[in-house]
Antibody, heavy 119, light 107 residues
Framework: EVQLLESGGDLGQPGGSLRLSCAAS????????MAWVRQAPGKGLEWVSA????????YYADSVKGRFTISRDNSKNTLYLQMNSLRAEDTALYYC????????????WGQGTLVTVSS | EIVLTQSPATLSLSPGEGATLSCRAS??????LDWFQQQPGQAPRVLIY???KRAAGIAARFSGSGSGTDFILTISSLEPEDFAVYYC?????????FGGGTKVEIK
């Protein structure tokens, strides 16, 4: 069974930085595109960023472009999200997701890691 | 940027009743539209992909239809575990986008 385990969520300062990690197991990590989706407290889902299998292609929502960086280390089966210039509106539960290898839908999700941005 | 509008925001129904959820896209997404269910305190899970294909392990009472800009998720007869929030999501064009969600609650 696919396992996605997020970590790194914490209380961050406005203007500060955090790095999220997602440890993947039980599948060939390098073959799959991956993504981050977030959910603010009591709100809906928001796609944040995505990355291709080898990491050559990255994509970002306008709300995080220029502040967040997605990356991956296929030797460690780990996905990352470097979050800089944090804002209060970045407060959310951040999910790591896998994109289906054939049809590109989000076929597996982690349980999420909570980021709170507050002074 | 494609915007997905889901309606209604809340659907109040009784177990055994059918549910019809709508998702409208601001421009065509073909059939690159998926539906997710989210139970309280849990991660979302995919129900329907490619607008009408049930994901692995999903009960036959869930069905999807539509193409282009108008999509429907139908739950033929609500089971107690179906009361949850449902989201549509388009993957036709970057940036990817989710709809605002429809909450199906017990009447």
């Amino acid at each position: 069974e696919v396992q996605l385990l997020e970590s790194g969520g914490d209380l961050g300062q406005p203007g500060g930085s955090l790095r999220l990690s997602c440890a993947a197991s039980e599948f060939t990590f390098s073959r799959f595109h991956m993504a981050w989706v977030r959910q603010a407290p009591g709100k809906g889902l928001e796609w944040v960023s995505a990355i291709s299998g080898v990491g050559a292609d990255t994509y970002y929502a306008d709300s995080v472009k220029g502040r967040f960086t997605i990356s991956r280390d296929n030797s460690k089966n780990t996905l990352y999200l470097q979050m800089n210039s944090l804002r209060a509106e970045d407060t959310a539960l951040y999910y790591c997701t896998r994109r289906n290898i054939d049809r590109w839908y989000f076929d597996s999700w982690g349980q999420g890691t909570l980021v709170t941005v507050s002074s | 940027e494609i915007v997905l509008t889901q309606s209604p925001a809340t659907l109040s129904l009784s177990p055994g009743e059918g549910a019809t959820l709508s998702c409208r896209a601001s421009q065509s997404v073909g059939t690159n539209l998926d539906w997710f269910q989210q139970q309280p305190g849990q991660a979302p899970r995919v129900l329907i992909y490619d607008a009408s294909k049930r994901a692995a392990g999903i009960a036959a009472r869930f069905s999807g239809s539509g193409s282009g800009t108008d999509f429907i998720l139908t739950i033929s007869s609500l089971e107690p575990e179906d009361f949850a929030v449902y989201y549509c999501q388009q993957r036709n064009t970057w940036p990817l986008a989710f709809g605002g969600g429809t909450k199906v609650e017990i009447k």
